[in-house]
């Protein structure tokens, strides 16, 4: 794989998102090399157990976007959103397996407008898909994606909600 050209089309993505919709949501976009992967993470500080650090927190809530040699093999880029260890999150009774049952209960509502996609994994992987690689495309591609985690981010929240530990 041609890390440092995945991480330039995948920078050039952030760049054409960093824009007022998702500031206004809370959203933070990164791009890291992680596990032979070239990723784009969108998080909220706020659904980390570190919120100063959410990007390499324990606990934490992402949105990811990757490629990898064997993603470029299969020509697929792959997407999932991810819940790790929520019982970290300060403020919270999490638990992980009804979290994740609760986000893709509100999720199916969605899920249709998500290419390749499923939920049929752990309480870790709350539902991941792919989209096919098309590298001239590439950053259109994230941003698509990217644009379509923002409406769905506020399903997390809503989820999250009603795991608050009242005051």
């Known amino acids: 794989m041609d890390e440092p050209f995945y991480r330039q089309k995948f920078q050039e993505a952030v760049d054409m998102l960093s824009g007022k919709e998702f500031i206004d949501s809370g959203l933070r976009l990164s791009v890291d090399t992680i596990l032979e992967s070239v990723a784009l993470k969108i998080y909220k500080p ?31 880029l792959y997407y999932n959103i991810h ?18 049952e609760d986000f893709r209960n ?8 998500w290419e390749n996609v499923s939920v ?3 309480p870790l992987t709350l539902m991941e898909g792919w989209i096919e690689l098309r590298p001239d495309h590439i950053q259109n591609d994230l941003c698509g994606l990217a644009r379509k985690f923002l409406n769905l981010s506020p399903v997390i929240d809503e989820v999250l909600t009603t795991y608050r530990l009242k005051a």
């Not at 819940?83 to 994740?100: C, D, E, Q, V």
Request: net charge positive.
């Open 46 to 76: 706020e659904w980390s157990s570190i919120p100063e650090s959410p990007i390499d927190a324990p606990g934490r809530i992402f949105f990811s976007v990757w490629i990898n040699d064997q993603s470029i093999k299969e020509g697929r």
């Open 83 to 100: 819940a790790l260890k929520l019982k970290n999150l300060k403020g919270y009774k999490i638990p992980a397996r009804n979290f994740a």
């Open 106 to 113: 509100r999720f199916a509502e969605d899920q249709k407008n």
């Open 120 to 122: 049929q994994y752990g």
